[in-house]
Structures are given as structure tokens and as C-alpha cells.
């Protein structure tokens, strides 16, 4: 079975640049998710998806991040423009579970953001 | 919304010791309480989880306890081996998780 597929694996970028994050999740899995895991601290969830509905983006910072799950499969993490703060390693995460419910998170490689 | 506090930071043991980590967490309603293992530049690994219906969970060398009463559960390795070390995050949520700060666990040969 093939696993969460992360692109690019390391990014680096001037502030005030954007950049892109490309996630395919584990194929039937219904709800994914979208972390930041800045360096020497637990993850922070950034948005969570079921299908292709938001069901948390409460801690999104919205007048910089957007987040979009396209036909309920892939999903695109954008931040325009971006900060220092930022630098971080970006998780995308997949769970079979439905209904919404907390289950088994499968992470991919991450994505590490370097903002200069 | 959920908080999760974790602790130690660190943790030395010396190979064949025990390890115990321990978190706390803030909402009542969060049923469902995984333990990631994260080692240098990997992405994070499930190595054991229990819902809320369950006191004690274990899997070989590792354990996890639940006490929904205060909130909080640890997870428990015994017999450590060097390769056991990495961070270790504990995780709470109901729907999405909010994951602890992380111990990093040193085992010395």
C-alpha cells in the first residue's frame, strides 16, 4: 500500500515569496489533515479535511495560509507572503476513519520550509 | 480547544532500564489518545493508542494507562534498547489531535 506522498521535500524561500505544498493521502482515506511542526516541538494542526469539506481550520492563519482539497483526494497548502516564523516542516496526515472521528494519523515525509 | 502538556523533555536511561512519559490533557470530551515516535528527520510513527473505554493497553515492551478521572496517561517502555531512542509525542483529541511538546528519549548502551 502506498503511503502519504509529500512534494517538494525541502523548499527554501525569501520572505514576503509564496510557495506551494502538494499532498496525495493513502487512496480511500477520507479525512486528511495538514500539520507545522517547527523544529524541537510537537505538531500543530493547521486545517483538517473530510472529503473535501473543512471540518477544523480554526488555527489556520488565514491572512497568509489557504488550504483546498481537490475531489476530496489531493489537497494544495499555500502560504502568500510568507514569514520567518514560517520556517517549519509542513506534515500532511490521512485517517480512514469517517465520520470525522480522531483515529490513526498517517504521516507523509513532510515538507521543510526554510523562510529567509 | 484541546491542550496537551507532556512531560519530561528529556529522558536518560541506561539499556534495560524502564522509561516512563507523561501527559496531561484539557478536554473532557478528547476519547481518543495515541503515542507517535519520531526519529531524526522521519516523519512520526505510531507505536501504540487507546480510546477512552480502556484503562491499560500493552504491546511487548510498551504500555500505555489512561486515567480519565485526572486526565492523564503515560506511556510506559520497559526493557529499553538503544534503537528505542527518538522523540516520543503523546496525542489527545476527539476529532482532529493536539499532540504534546515531545520527549526526547536517550537510551545508553
Known amino acids: 500500500e502506498a503511503g502519504v506522498a509529500q512534494s517538494p521535500r525541502y523548499k527554501i524561500i525569501e520572505k514576503r515569496q509564496s510557495v506551494a505544498f502538494w499532498c496525495n493521502p493513502i487512496?480511500?482515506?477520507?479525512?486528511l489533515y495538514w500539520y507545522q511542526q517547527i523544529l524541537g516541538q510537537g505538531p500543530k494542526l493547521l486545517i483538517q479535511?473530510?472529503?473535501?469539506?473543512?471540518?477544523?481550520d480554526s488555527q489556520l492563519p488565514k491572512d497568509r495560509f489557504s488550504a483546498e482539497r481537490l475531489k476530496g483526494v489531493d489537497s494544495t497548502l499555500k502560504i502568500q507572503p510568507a514569514k520567518l516564523e514560517d520556517s517549519a516542516v509542513y506534515l500532511c496526515?490521512?485517517?480512514?476513519?469517517?465520520?470525522?472521528?480522531?483515529?490513526?494519523?498517517?504521516f507523509g515525509e513532510g515538507s521543510r520550509l526554510t523562510v529567509l | 480547544g484541546e491542550n496537551v502538556e507532556q512531560h519530561p523533555s528529556t529522558l536518560s536511561v541506561q539499556e534495560g532500564d524502564s522509561a516512563v512519559i507523561k501527559c496531561t490533557y484539557s478536554d473532557s470530551a478528547s476519547n481518543y489518545f495515541p503515542w507517535y515516535k519520531q526519529e531524526l528527520g522521519k516523519r512520526p510513527q505510531l507505536i501504540i493508542d487507546?480510546?477512552?473505554?480502556?484503562g491499560e493497553k500493552k504491546d511487548q515492551r510498551i504500555a500505555v494507562t489512561l486515567n480519565k478521572t485526572a486526565k492523564h496517561f503515560s506511556l510506559h517502555i520497559t526493557e529499553t534498547q538503544p534503537e528505542d531512542s527518538a522523540v516520543y509525542f503523546c496525542a489527545a483529541g476527539r476529532r482532529a489531535l493536539t499532540f504534546g511538546s515531545g520527549t526526547r528519549l536517550q537510551v545508553q548502551p
Open positions: 496526515a490521512s485517517s480512514p476513519t469517517g465520520g470525522g472521528g480522531a483515529g490513526e494519523l498517517f
Open positions: 487512496s480511500g482515506h477520507a479525512t
Open positions: 487507546i480510546r477512552s473505554n480502556v
Open positions: 479535511f473530510q472529503n473535501n469539506g473543512v471540518v477544523d
